[in-house]
């Protein structure tokens, strides 16, 4: 059974390789959770979480300048790990993190490269998170026939972490 910071490790591991997270602001009606592309500065392993956007989107606009509170999903790839994050959020167009951060990918969204107009960073601090390893599988459903309580493995492979 993982501890929670094998767990905690494991997550920032996983969000390296797959990178796409669920992210939106609370109690924004009009901010839907949109799937987004993790940005991590170096090795980082508790935060911050950056994201590039367009400034004219909608969750760009319902920041606007001030920090808001702000959560974000996760799900691995191959399913074998998910999150749940809290935390602030807020603009942080930091030329220097701009530079560190900026990819081939970013900049075929951005015709005007670094200097585009609509270019926007943004700054997820992740205060706290929920990670749940997933067991189901093959192995698992094996493990039920012979009488295993798959209630009682899942409560071992659950981590809350204060990331902040």
């Known amino acids: ?3 929670p910071q094998e767990l905690e490790k494991e997550f920032w591991t996983s969000l390296k390789s797959d990178m796409t997270m669920m ?3 609370v109690g924004v009606a009009e901010s839907h959770a949109r799937p987004m592309t993790a940005q991590l500065d170096g090795e980082a392993e ?8 367009a400034r004219d989107t909608a969750l760009a606009q319902a920041l606007g300048m001030a ?3 702000a959560f974000a999903t996760y799900a691995a790839k191959g399913h074998g790990l ?3 994050l809290h935390g602030g959020l807020m603009l942080d167009n930091d030329r220097a993190t701009i530079d560190r951060l900026w990819n081939r990918f970013v900049a075929a ?4 490269g670094k200097e585009d107009p609509k270019l ?3 700054r997820f601090e992740p205060e706290s998170a929920e990670i749940w390893q997933n067991d189901s599988s093959f192995l698992a ?4 026939l012979f009488g295993s309580d798959p209630k009682v493995e899942y409560r071992d492979k659950v981590a809350k972490v204060r990331t902040g």
């Open 1 to 3: 059974m993982p501890t």
């Open 23 to 25: 992210l939106g602001l």
């Open 46 to 53: 508790r935060g911050p979480i950056f994201f590039f956007t």
């Open 67 to 69: 920090p808001r509170r």
């Open 82 to 84: 998910f999150a749940a």
């Open 109 to 112: 969204w951005f015709e005007g």
């Open 120 to 122: 926007a960073l943004i």
């Open 141 to 144: 459903g094996v493990k039920m």
